[in-house]
């Protein structure tokens, strides 16, 4: 295998002492203390990081050990990883939201020695399963607040390892550069468990090569510079959040946000209307639906200026799409609406220095890529997994709706004869842990074969058709791929998330999750009474609101593809329940479990 | 069915560019007693204020037996039959408890009713008939929140609304306030709208309750259902697993359901 190198660098710790160094007093990081935006400079996050190394190597550390972090984004969680990587460990990042059983499974799995987490809501996990977890010797705690007499063995606060951190490093200079330079590309760096939409998750296994390789993906195709800032808020156990905002920072050095929560996105954007934006399709539609919802509330002029401004958008956008010639007008009717509506919209998003955008980690749907290209916003999709890391890109000023680009440097991708895609690359991840069955049922021949079914057009484009396993045969023998119509689903404002059921059944179904926050705005503006959110999901005229955005989307779509009844989800579901993934994603299987009863109805007379 | 008494519907109430309720809605029926529960800033007594008038709403409706009254002034609304016990009591400092009884009945004309309603207060509050020619100011804080419900009741209204008759006072006298006002509901026949922070009370007094966060409803039900809620327990109650270290601040759900 080739050795991959960045800046001559072959693994994360040598990169990061390098350009940690030459950084200086330049800032890393951002995090809001007491509502105020504070900085921390690369010089801090290498001191930080170099204690916390210091700290575990004096706790006995050796190469290759497993810590654990467990805590949302922050920016102890980013300087613990560099930490834990600098003294020659391993970096297992687990779900905040996970509940106790997974938490001890990727504790278990790991056999891992350390752990780090934010509060004590996510110590008393812990403190729970401890008896279960002997291999655990020491847990840190990055916020000390409400443990102020608490008293355990194992337990301290991360101010104590910062200071243990401190003591051992005026004694051992140079240790952390030795471990460096011993360091390989074919080093186990981190671990990350896959959301496992069916039984426990699992753990792939990520080399010093796969990291390194991620990061020469910039600048030229995610376009991320020195000059760039970017905001963090998905979870940084989540591989995109992990390339964005772990690794690609470090190779490149943009400027890391850390946003408060996810509730907090929107305001966080406006106050540091970022130069780069990826995010999951969810929060695109989410920022979609916004717009259209104000601009429904707008003056009469403003609405019709809207109209117009977009009619002349989408125009502009068609013929990029197209690739056809621009002609004068077009470019100065796009210069007027630019001017007067869509500066607005980008403002009002935080996204007006945006010079480019992002989406992956899901599938999203034309119609908001196209609007989006529309106000000026173009968004490269992506598409990338755990097990390969990001593996295409489309190109900046290349309009593929439909699909996610060709494949990037030094990956490659083909379809295999049951129309799976396959993949391969140099910094591919080395296999689950613990699973070699699975492992071998995942890497066959060295290609990767990665669950997603999709085509391959000439230019070598990529499109998604749908998980492998997902795909619906109806009692009638027609194949369907339900993300297709979920994509559109979502589109509307009205539908935060669908799953399309109808696997040996006559007709398809669908569950939908409502976004709240719009159909409450309905509610409210066409007068509908509701109390909570589950009375909310029971009004006839909010099941006929769907009714209506389920009709609209079923037009564009044959009859055996079209879904024929639907429910609503009552519920209002978080994170932390199973039925989502961290990326607050519906999970097809254990939905249709859960709701079987609720889907059974649907089929019954 | 029939109408209910109060109809509040898709309510929006805004402190100048503040929006302190969000679209809530919420019956009362004739011989009921609700509960409305809420934090503080939740927006319970804004919303006691939208139903008398004393703040305009931007949307929605009130309905009194099925009649719109939002926006209107609150003496006509008062006149119409709904009376207020605002927070913090606030009788009349410098009149005696007589007078405050008086001036809760300030539209009546029914002079003979108005004198078999003074003498029910009484009858209710006893403690008021002792202290009838004494300044209102000079009275203990469980006998300032009995005349004032007694001054509301004066009124003889058809809808009593009280706002968190239960501020401030020991234990055993909420204890004492909470019987009479289940007693003035099953005796007297009269509808109480009863906004609170002490869920615990509140609902047992009450037949059913609305949770209020943030400007929005997120829960309502029958009241024993609610004293059963894991939520209610968790959030209201102050009652939860011990956890594994004995004391636990934060909260295992983060929604209501």
Redesign the interface.
Known sequence: MTAVLQDGCDTLPKLFLKKSKERGDRIAMREKDFGVWQSYSWSNYRARAFEIAHGLLSLGLQRGDVASIQSEDCREWLWTDLGILLGGGVVNGIYPTYQRRQVEHALTDSSCRFLFVE???QL?KY??I?NDLPLIEKVFVFDWR?LRD?EHDKVANIEVLYELGRKFGETHEGLIEQIAERGTGDDLAALVYTSGTTGLPKGAMLSQRYIIFQTLMAPKYLRLTADDEILTYLPLCHIAERVFSGWLPIAHGATINLAESTETIAQNLQELSPTYMFAVPRVWEKFYSRITTSMSEATWFGRKAYDLALAIGLRRADKLIAEKPLSRTDKIAYGVADRLVFRNIKRILGLDRAHSAASGAAPISPSLLRWFLAIGLPIDELWGQTELGIVTTCRKGVFRFGTVGPAMPGTEVRIAENGEIVARSDGQFEGYLNLPEKTANTIIDGWIHTGDVGELDEEGNLSITDRLKDIIITAGGKNITPSVMENELKFSPYISDAVVIGDKRKFLSCLIMIDQENV?HY??TQ?????????LCARPEIVELIEGEIARVNADFSSVEQVKKFRLID????A?DEELTPTMKLKRSFVSEKYSELIDAMYTR | MSVPLLQMRNIETYYGPIMAIRGVSLDVNEGEIVAVLGANGAGKTTLLKTATGALNSNKGQVLLDGEEIQCRDPDWVARKGIAHVPEGREVFPVLSVAENLAMGAYNRSDKDAVAVDLETVYEYFPALRDLQDKMAAYLSGGQQQMLAIGRGFMARPRLLMLDEPSLGLSPVLVQEIFGIITRLNSEQGLTILLVEQNANVALQVSSRGYVMEVGGMVMDGPSDKLLESEDIKEFYLGKKEEGVRGRRRWKKRKTWR
Do not use: R
Not at chain 1, 527 to 535: A, G, I, N
Not at chain 1, 571 to 574: A, F, H, I, K
């Open positions: 509060d004590e809501e008393d403190l729970e401890e409400g608490f409450e509610a409210q007068s509908v009474p509701f109390t909570d959110y589950k009375s519920v209002l579901l978080t932390e």
